[in-house]
């Protein structure tokens, strides 16, 4: 069965409209554990309770809240969570399109993947091949899920996706951690031979050619006790704490020679 869109909006520049739906573009198969009572191996629940009262409180009993102060807090419904979203439900108003190489992935959030709905197809071919010829993405916002998103249009491969953004102030500068500085730079052959290392290892990203290894030694893991045998994992290679960095280039350069 093939997958279902999650949402169907219409994306606007100009007067032109590209009906579209939204696709999940990534299945995350990360390990998910449960907790269990080690004595019986029973299921642990988890309830909600009033700390002032000790009672267990009901899921309709329940609303949302954001605190303005400590152990102060404003109530808010689903209907005012739905009319701060703003009015554009199924419209994507595109705001600018600008150069697709200037974006930053530390500013992309989730990717959906875009399809066209019936009677879109030419408009959005227009705007991929558009996006493709000028090298450019759409920039504009989306309301999904009761919240306003900014987000990101390009072309990928064969079709468009769409990325939701993270705003300039959730990025953190990194001018504010103490990344450490060099006491002195290195030397220009030292640049020289790190660019040489750099060629030697060089290739094309083929996203299929790496594997989720920790995953693989988990299940491994897990299925070693479920027969009731001891997994045993391989030692680390741990780095050398200091090393002269010359010598290791020249060293790395020799391997990746061979």
Request: proline content about 5%; cysteine-free.
């Amino acid at each position: 069965m093939p997958p279902r869109s999650v949402f169907n909006a219409t994306i606007s520049f100009g007067l032109v409209n590209v009906p579209i739906k939204l696709f999940t573009a990534t299945d995350s198969h990360t390990i998910s554990f449960r907790e269990i009572h080690e004595s019986d191996g029973a299921r642990l629940e988890h309830r909600r309770i009033d700390p002032e009262t000790g009672d267990q409180v009901d899921y309709k009993d329940i609303v949302k809240g954001f605190e303005l102060a400590e152990g102060e807090f404003v109530e808010i419904s689903k209907d005012e969570i739905k009319a701060a979203a703003g009015e554009r439900t199924k419209s994507i108003p595109i705001e600018e399109f600008v150069p697709a190489a200037d974006m930053d992935p530390v500013y992309f959030a989730k990717t959906y993947y875009l399809g066209a709905r019936d009677g879109g197809e030419d408009a959005y071919k227009a705007l991929k091949q558009g996006l493709e010829q000028t090298g450019r993405a759409a920039i504009g916002r989306m309301t999904f899920h009761d919240r306003e998103y900014l987000i990101a249009v390009r072309a990928l491969e064969d079709v468009l996706a769409l990325h939701t953004l993270r705003f300039a102030d959730e990025v953190v500068n990194p001018q504010e951690y103490e990344v450490g500085e060099a006491k002195k730079g290195p030397t220009e052959r030292e640049v020289d031979m790190a660019g040489s290392l750099v060629d030697s290892l060089a290739a094309p990203f083929e996203p299929d050619t790496y594997e989720d290894d920790y995953r693989e030694r988990v299940v491994e893991m897990l299925e070693a006790k479920a027969k009731g045998k001891q997994y045993v994992s391989a030692e680390p290679d741990e780095p050398a704490e200091e090393s002269d960095l010359l010598a290791a280039l020249e060293a790395s350069l020799k391997g990746s020679k061979k």
